[in-house]
Nanobody, 115 residues
Framework: QVQLVESGGGLVQPGGSLRLSCAASVSIFSINAMGWYRQAPGKQRELVAAIGSGSVTNYADSVKDRFTISRDNAKRAMYLQMNSLKPEDTAVYYC?????????WGPGTQVTVSS
């Protein structure tokens, strides 16, 4: 069983930055796929960024060149650095880990971009 907990969300002005963290309850060394997803009100949950065990990454087109995903296996953590935030980035952000046939999600953290 893997428990994931997100932190770092909050209210930020357009153009600002936030860094989200996802803390895992167990080692993530062997977890091949981890990612950040978001869900805005009235919209479906969508992939924001993903990272493999070899640190290969991919991003949604809407966040490329603004967001950076990373992981620190020693700290059992994954991060999402978000720069140049826009109002349309407002959503609940979730971290996800896929280990074999198991699929784990955190409870989410709210990010609100507003002036």
């Amino acid at each position: 069983q893997v428990q994931l907990v997100e932190s770092g969300g909050g209210l930020v002005q357009p153009g600002g930055s936030l860094r989200l963290s996802c803390a895992a309850s167990v080692s993530i060394f062997s977890i091949n796929a981890m990612g950040w997803y978001r869900q805005a009100p009235g919209k479906q949950r969508e992939l924001v960024a993903a990272i493999g065990s070899g640190s290969v990454t991919n991003y949604a087109d809407s966040v490329k060149d603004r967001f950076t995903i990373s992981r620190d296996n020693a700290k059992r953590a994954m991060y999402l650095q978000m720069n140049s935030l826009k109002p349309e980035d407002t959503a609940v952000y979730y971290c996800r880990a896929i280990a074999g046939s198991y699929d784990y999600w955190g409870p989410g953290t709210q990010v609100t971009v507003s002036s």
